[in-house]
């Protein structure tokens, strides 16, 4: 199985801080990396897929970059409704993995 | 607009079954593939398989496959997700999600439902 490593595990930031988290995979993905964020009790919503490509709706605060091993998902200007945890995935080889999550809260 | 509504929270015994359902609304549900994934207490996101809801087509992640089994109700545009043989350390939360392409499978979750508590406890 692919593994993907996310880091930092958790950050503290404050509204309007840009926020960067790191994705690595355990070989090559090509681009088939894609973000989702999570918040307690509610329908995880993907962000990125492609590695770049901003879903529909998504604010353009949020982007993506990388390709082969190692990704970055970035926010621009941390807003307060961005402190959720913020995952990765692989969409290349099956199983379909993911990351084990940053948790961004407030400082 | 895109729904998927799942079931309410379950308790099982070890060695029991548990059937979770996704309705879907808000789209052409024979259009679109559904996987289910799952997150454990504390833990990630695990992806347990995909389902075809045209053909009716699976493909099970390797870990679950002799006890998982995805089907669906296409009258009601519900899927349903049932895993056998229960052990404690499949506690989790059960997501639906939809693929994002119709008639396509890109393993990229657009819409998910808002999740389904599994205990198992004796």
């Known amino acids: 199985d692919i593994q993907m490593t996310q880091s930092p595990s958790s950050l503290s930031a404050s509204v309007g801080d840009r926020v960067t988290i790191a994705c690595r995979a355990s070989q090559s993905i090509r681009t088939y990396l894609n973000w989702y964020q999570m918040k307690p009790g509610k329908a995880p919503k993907l962000l990125i897929y492609a590695a770049s490509t901003l879903q529909s709706g998504v604010p353009s605060r949020f982007s993506g970059s990388g390709s082969g091993a190692d990704f970055t998902l970035t926010i621009s200007s941390l807003q307060p409704e961005d402190f959720a945890t913020y995952y990765c995935q692989q969409s290349y080889i099956s199983p379909r993995t993911f990351g084990q999550g940053t948790k961004v809260d407030i400082k | 607009q895109v729904q998927l509504v799942q079931s309410g929270a379950e308790v099982k015994r070890p060695g029991a079954s548990v059937r979770v359902s996704c309705k879907a609304s808000g789209y052409t549900f024979t259009a679109y593939y559904i996987h289910w994934v799952r997150q454990a207490p504390g833990q990630g996101l695990e992806w347990l398989g995909w389902?075809?809801?045209?053909?009716?087509?699976?493909d099970y992640a390797q870990r679950f496959q002799g006890r998982v089994t995805m089907t669906r109700d296409m009258s009601s545009s519900t899927a349903y997700m049932e895993l056998s043989r229960l052990r404690s350390d499949d506690t989790a939360v059960y997501y639906c999600?939809?693929?994002?392409?119709?008639?396509?499978?890109?393993?990229?979750?657009?819409?998910w439902g808002q999740g389904t508590l599994v205990t198992v406890s004796s």
């Open positions: 389902f075809n809801s045209n053909s009716g087509a699976t």
């Open positions: 999600a939809r693929d994002f392409s119709p008639y396509a499978l890109h393993y990229i979750f657009d819409y």
